[in-house]
């Protein structure tokens, strides 16, 4: 008990290492300073583009919704459990993925990872978007395995991914570059929200159901399959850019010289390995505060999101028809956190050197819960009788508190470590990263509104 009051006792006493890009002459026999990589347009655009396709395969199982729902309609039990199931496989998937390769420092090859993750993504989403020609009439429950299946290799390929990309980019040792990860994880939060509802506007308003019946199911075959070749397509451009990343700069582990250039898959880090607990006691309010950052949200956004409907609703306008409405929280959510990934790449925005502000305000964000409870919940009437106040001042102010601080957190890790340890950092905050997902959407289930 002694040995954690004394880790959460004085924030004085945590202190960046300023000389992180320097290895330990003492200790390694070397005598040479590490060289802090030049920022190149081309790395930050690579790894930006990395960061789209980290959470493509998360947002694309969330926006297509709608056809899967068309498929399990049939059976009871698939249709009212397929997003739990999806959710549940998703988030356990990946919290033991990012956790298991954390532990496996010892001759890695962060670029292999990657690699691997991104052909995986590749055959996942062509056999989804073939599915939905070939596997027209199998059952619902059949269906459902299939699914499940996908679920659990997207899963895997997303925590390879993030293992690998935050571990490899934090040894640049350049805070843009983990920016341009965060944001583009906002675009990829982004996209598929305006294609939901463009999707739902494009088609005229019906007096009836009449779905499932009249070749919607055709045209919604049709959709899905080119939603799940697009992400195939993000998959493979994202493999090539980082390829030539690979092939035309220099490992950013090693010293830029003439020979060194052109960083190979094969390339393994030092043999040193950090453990966690280390990890832990340099990062522990930065890691702290990503955990509970991201706890909090998967904890209330979904499920409020979700349940509350437009005041104007119903006889209002069709932007207040929950079929619409709903898909413009997101994305109001989505373009905040966009906004707040953004807003860090001003050094002077950045919470990286001020890692208690940082655990002090993401454990503040609860304060968004009550709000919340005054929206229209269900239909059953709101405190505050405004869609500007749900979807300008709660929506856009949560996702921004998200992606500020959970982009402040991811960037500041190599400032607190020293250059051989922060390939390590990266992995073990790419856990925490996860870590909060998994418990926000398990915990999930537990708020009742």
């Not at 006691?281 to 949200?297: A, E, I, Q």
């Not at 949560?398 to 051989?420: E, I, R």
């Not at 950092?425 to 418990?439: N, P, Y």
């Amino acid at each position: 008990m002694d040995r954690v009051r004394r880790l959460l006792a004085d924030p004085v006493a945590y202190e960046p290492l300023e000389d992180s890009a320097e290895d330990d002459a003492g200790e390694h026999g070397q005598g040479q300073q590490r060289p802090l990589s030049r920022f190149s347009r081309l790395e930050y655009s690579v790894f930006f583009l990395l960061g789209v396709a980290m959470l493509w395969a998360w947002n694309m199982f969330l926006a297509a919704a709608p056809y899967f729902y068309s498929r399990f309609e049939s059976n009871d039990w698939t249709a009212t459990h397929y997003q739990s199931s999806i959710l549940s496989v998703s988030t356990v998937t990946n919290l033991g993925t990012v956790y298991i390769l954390a532990t496996i420092q010892k001759q890695v090859s962060y670029p292999w990872r990657i690699t691997l993750s991104l052909l995986m993504n590749c055959f996942i989403f062509t056999l989804l978007a073939f599915s939905t020609i070939v596997m027209k009439d199998i059952s619902a429950q059949a269906y459902f395995g299939f699914l499940m299946v996908m679920v659990f290799g997207a899963s895997f390929a997303t925590g390879l991914n993030q293992n690998g990309v935050f571990a490899y980019v934090s040894g640049y040792g350049r805070e843009e570059y983990t920016q341009a990860i965060m944001g583009g994880q906002g675009v990829a939060g982004v996209l598929p929200c305006i294609v939901q509802i463009f999707s739902v506007l494009a088609v005229p308003r019906k007096n009836g159901d009449g779905q499932g019946q009249d070749g919607s199911q055709g045209s919604s075959s049709k959709s899905a399959f080119i939603y799940f070749l697009t992400a195939t397509g993000v998959s493979v451009l994202t493999l090539l850019t980082f390829l030539y990343l690979l092939r035309n700069r220099p490992n950013p582990k090693l010293k830029a010289t003439d020979e060194d250039e052109g960083a190979s898959l094969v390339d393994r880090t030092p043999d040193k390995a950090v453990s966690l607990w280390t990890l832990f006691k340099k990062l522990r309010y930065l890691s702290l505060s990503v955990f509970v950052c991201f706890l909090v949200t998967m904890m209330f956004f979904p499920v409020f999101t979700s349940e509350i409907q437009s005041v104007h609703f119903p006889g209002g306008p069709r932007m207040s028809e929950p079929t619409v409405f709903i898909p413009l929280a997101f994305l109001f959510w989505n373009i905040g956190d966009l906004g707040g990934r953004l807003a860090v790449a001003i050094p002077k925005l950045s919470l990286a050197h001020r890692p208690w502000m940082a655990f002090v305000l993401a454990v503040a964000r609860v304060i968004f819960v009550p709000l919340y409870v005054f929206c229209n919940i269900n239909g059953n009437g709101a405190v505050v009788k405004s869609d500007f106040f749900y979807l300008f001042i709660v929506q856009l102010f949560f996702g921004a508190t998200n992606g500020y601080l959970a982009s402040s957190c991811m960037m500041g890790a190599s400032h607190w470590v020293t250059a051989d340890e922060r390939e390590a950092a990266g992995g073990f905050m790419s856990m925490m990263l996860v870590g909060g997902l998994a418990a926000g959407s398990l915990l999930s289930f537990l708020v009742v509104s």
